[in-house]
C-alpha cells in the first residue's frame, strides 16, 4: 500500500484548547502566591488545601485580565458569567474538584489571524490549575512505583482558550499558537513560557475523507508543551487515525498522552464528555456581572496589538518579512519604539536588530536586558552612518563592542580612528598605489574583464581598513581605470 497517496484522501480537522496561566501575584480563590520555581508545596494555604471552612474568594485581577483577552480577541464580553464545579477525580487538587466556568464563560466567540485564514475561537474560560505528580521509583508491571504531589500551581489562574475546529494542518496549529502566545504576552497576561507550564495545549484531531463535511471520531492529545511536540503529535496522531480507518477499524473517542522520546502517543483513558464532569454552579461564589463600564475601565488600558504594530511597521517601509521577526521578538519590538521615538532610520536599525545583535543574543542566550546598549547610543551609532562618519560596515563591527561595554558610540569611532575618509587628494593617492601595484590586473581589466573591479574595490578598503567613502572612492577609481 502507498501509504503517502492514502493520506491524499484524508483531511485533518484540529480543535485546541490552550490553557494560559494568568501573570498575577496571587492565586485565582485565595492570597498564595503563585512563583514558578518555589520549593514543593511552599506556595501553599488553606484555600489550596481545601481545608474545612475555607471559602473562595475571587481576585479581580483575574477577571480584569480575562476581559482584556476577550477584547484581544474580538469576543463578546457577556453581561453575566459564573463559576461551576468540575466534578473529577484530583489527586492533585486536595478538595477533590475545580472551580471552572462551564455554561456562562467570561468569553464567547472571537479570532485569530494567521497569515492564510482566520481562526474562529468558540468561547475563552476562566477556572483554577491543579497541582503537579511526580511520578517516580523504578518502572515495573504499574508503572511508577510511587508518585509525589506539589500544590504549588494549584489554583493557579488559568484561562481555557477554545478554538473553533478551523485548523487543517499542524503547520497552521503551530502558527495559531504562535499568534495567540504573541497577543497574550503583549497584552501582558501571560508569559507564554511552555517550558514552564505557563501555557499549555491540548489539541483535539480527527479526520474525515476530502470533501466530506461530517466530522469524525475525534482524539484529545493532553499537556503538549512545545511548538514542535505540538506539530509532531497531530502528524502522528492523523497517520495513526488514516492507518486505523484504513484496516477497517473504528477511531474511538479517547483522551492520548504524547511521548516525546518514541513520537507517539498513548492512550490515557476513555474521552469524558461534559455531563462526565457532573457540573453544577459553584454554591460558595455569586454569579459575576460585567458592567460596560468595568468593560470601557479594562478596554483603556489595552496596549498595541502584534497585528496593529506589524501594520505599523509596514507604514514605515519596512516589508512584511522584516516586520514579521521584529514583532515576534517583544523585548527587540520594545527596543525599537523606543528607537523610533529618536528619529532613528527604520530600515537602518531594522537591519542592525535583525543581524548582529540578534545574532549576539543567541549567542549569549540571552535579551536586549542583558547588554550594556542603551536605545540613546544605538541611535547615536547609526546617525554616524547617515551622516558619513563611519561606513555601514565599521557600524557592524562596533555594535558588537557597544553590546558588550557599552562605550559611548562616537568616543568609541574616535578611540579607534574610524571614520570615513572623504578627502578626494588622500583617496586618489591610495588608488594609485592599488594601481601601480596591480598594473597586470589593470592590463586585464582594460582587456574587458570586468569583474576585476571588485577585486580594486576591495584592495582599497584592505588599506583603508574600511574607511573609505565608497561614492568618492568609486567615482575616482572609474575615473583612473578609464584613463
Not at 458592567?291 to 498595541?304: D, F, G, H, L, T
Not at 571614520?419 to 594609485?432: H, M, P, T
Request: charged share 30%.
Amino acid at each position: 500500500m502507498d501509504f503517502e497517496a492514502v493520506k491524499e484522501k484524508y483531511e485533518m480537522v484540529i480543535g485546541l484548547e490552550v490553557h494560559a496561566q494568568l501573570k498575577t501575584n496571587t492565586k485565582i480563590f485565595g492570597l498564595e502566591g503563585c512563583k514558578f520555581g518555589c520549593e514543593p508545596n511552599t506556595e501553599t494555604g488553606a484555600v489550596t488545601m481545601g481545608l474545612p471552612g475555607v471559602l473562595p474568594v475571587l481576585n479581580e485581577k483575574v477577571v480584569d485580565m480575562g476581559i482584556l483577552c476577550g477584547l484581544a480577541f474580538g469576543s463578546t464580553i457577556p453581561k453575566r458569567c459564573k463559576f461551576d464545579r468540575k466534578q473529577y477525580f484530583y489527586p492533585d487538587l486536595p478538595k477533590g474538584y475545580q472551580i471552572s466556568q462551564f455554561d456562562e464563560p467570561i468569553c464567547l466567540g472571537g479570532s485569530i489571524k494567521i497569515s492564510n485564514k482566520t481562526i474562529g475561537i468558540t468561547r475563552a474560560h476562566l477556572e483554577e490549575d491543579a497541582g503537579k505528580l511526580v511520578h517516580a521509583g523504578a518502572s515495573g508491571l504499574y508503572g511508577s512505583a510511587y508518585s509525589l504531589v506539589d500544590l504549588n500551581r494549584a489554583g493557579t489562574p488559568l484561562l481555557e482558550i477554545v478554538s473553533e475546529p478551523d485548523i487543517r494542518t499542524s503547520d497552521e496549529a503551530r502558527e495559531y499558537m504562535e499568534e495567540l502566545r504573541s497577543i497574550l504576552r503583549y497584552i501582558g497576561v501571560c508569559d507564554g513560557n511552555l517550558e514552564e507550564g505557563s501555557m499549555r495545549c491540548d489539541a483535539n484531531i480527527s479526520i474525515r475523507p476530502k470533501g466530506q463535511k461530517e466530522f469524525g471520531t475525534r482524539a484529545e492529545i493532553k499537556n503538549l508543551n512545545s511548538f514542535r511536540a505540538l506539530q509532531r503529535a497531530i502528524e502522528y496522531e492523523f497517520e495513526r487515525q488514516v492507518e486505523l480507518v484504513e484496516a477497517g477499524e473504528k477511531v474511538v473517542q479517547e483522551t492520548r498522552l504524547w511521548d516525546d522520546n518514541s513520537g507517539t502517543t498513548n492512550s490515557m483513558r476513555g474521552k469524558e464528555d461534559a455531563h462526565d464532569y457532573r457540573y453544577f454552579p459553584e454554591p460558595d461564589l455569586m454569579p459575576l456581572e460585567i458592567s460596560e463600564e468595568w468593560i470601557e475601565r479594562v478596554r483603556a488600558q489595552m496596549p498595541e496589538l502584534p497585528s496593529q504594530k506589524l501594520e505599523r511597521y509596514q507604514g514605515l517601509g519596512l516589508s512584511e518579512y522584516d516586520s514579521k521577526v521584529i514583532v515576534a521578538q517583544m523585548d527587540i519590538a520594545k527596543f525599537f519604539d523606543e528607537a523610533l521615538k529618536l528619529n532613528v532610520n527604520p530600515k537602518i536599525a531594522t537591519n542592525f536588530l535583525m543581524g548582529e545583535i540578534s545574532a549576539y543574543l543567541k549567542e549569549i542566550q540571552g535579551t536586549l536586558a542583558d547588554t550594556k546598549l542603551t536605545v540613546e547610543n544605538f541611535v547615536k551609532l547609526l546617525s554616524l552612518i547617515e551622516k558619513g562618519t563611519i561606513s555601514n560596515n565599521i557600524a557592524k563591527s562596533l555594535i558588537i563592542d557597544i553590546l558588550k561595554t557599552g562605550e559611548d558610540a562616537e568616543a568609541l569611532v574616535e578611540k579607534k580612528g574610524l571614520s570615513v575618509i572623504s578627502d578626494e587628494g588622500e583617496i586618489l593617492a591610495i588608488i594609485q598605489g592599488i594601481l601601480a601595484k596591480n598594473q597586470a590586473q589593470v592590463a586585464d581589466y582594460k582587456s574587458g574583464k570586468d569583474k576585476l573591479y571588485g577585486f580594486f574595490v576591495g584592495q582599497i578598503m584592505k588599506e583603508t581598513k574600511g574607511r573609505a567613502n565608497p561614492a568618492i572612492l568609486n567615482k575616482l577609481l572609474k575615473a583612473e581605470l578609464d584613463k
